[in-house]
T-cell receptor, first 115, second 116 residues
Framework: AQSVTQPDIHITVSEGASLELRCNYS??????LFWYVQSPGQGLQLLLK????DTLVQGIKGFEAEFKRSQSSFNLRKPSVHWSDAAEYFC?????????????WGLGTSLAVNP | DAGITQSPRYKITETGRQVTLMCHQT?????MFWYRQDLGHGLRLIYY???????DKGEVPDGYVVSRSKTENFPLTLESATRSQTSVYFC???????????????FGPGTRLTVT
């Protein structure tokens, strides 16, 4: 069955420090992978996506993610975190459900940023 | 460009009452989705729709009803609200296209529902 695991429920980093949020997926075919961010009280916003090509993808707000097929991972990174990056981050894999297209979601990682 | 809107943003209702949450998108996206978000459970899909008059159940459809008579609207109705339906509800939409864009979902701001 398709699934997405985000092993870290909560992470705290200091402002200016580097960040890596982990995501592992289970999907039989080539995956469509996504990272979304949810700021407090807001809806979800797409950060970046991957399907094929270069395994390192760039997104908005200075984020990047690397697809590693051998590890079934799609980890999100940022070299220097800003206080405004404090939010909930969700990893998702796109799956086909008949004629429909759905996302299977991880449970999210809550990021806190210390000044 | 209004995008995707939800109303109301906040709602308090009593157990047993019927409640309808509205979702409207201006992009003419084919696919629309309803999720609920609860602490510890992440996002759970309630219902989704591939087009007008086509709807399917998601993971947690019990106690909810949807309709989609027009492409742009996808209301979610709680027929008889229960306390367990206290949650934040998100509507999302996506295009009927190929590649990754077919899976990209665009989210509304959410409706916070409290059932007392």
């Amino acid at each position: 069955a398709q699934s997405v695991t985000q092993p870290d429920i909560h992470i705290t980093v200091s402002e200016g420090a580097s960040l890596e949020l982990r995501c592992n997926y289970s999907y039989g075919a080539t995956p469509y992978l996504f990272w979304y961010v949810q700021s407090p009280g807001q809806g979800l916003q797409l950060l970046l996506k991957y399907f094929s090509g270069d395994t390192l993808v760039q997104g908005i707000k200075g984020f990047e993610a690397e697809f590693k097929r051998s590890q079934s991972s799609f980890n999100l990174r940022k070299p220097s975190v800003h206080w405004s990056d404090a939010a909930e981050y969700f990893c998702a894999v796109g799956v086909n459900a008949g004629n429909n297209r759905k996302l299977i979601w991880g449970l999210g990682t809550s990021l806190a940023v210390n000044p | 460009d209004a995008g995707i809107t939800q109303s109301p943003r906040y709602k308090i209702t009593e157990t047993g009452r019927q409640v309808t949450l509205m979702c409207h998108q201006t992009w003419s996206h084919s696919y629309m989705f309803w999720y609920r978000q609860d602490l510890g459970h992440g996002l759970r899909l309630i219902y989704y729709s591939a087009a007008a008059d086509i709807t399917d159940k998601g993971e947690v459809p019990d106690g909810y009803v949807v309709s989609r008579s027009k492409t742009e609207n996808f209301p979610l109705t709680l027929e008889s609200a229960t306390r367990s339906q206290t949650s934040v509800y998100f509507c999302a939409s996506s295009e009927r296209v190929g590649g990754t864009r077919a899976y990209e979902q665009y989210f509304g701001p959410g409706t916070r529902l409290t059932v007392t």
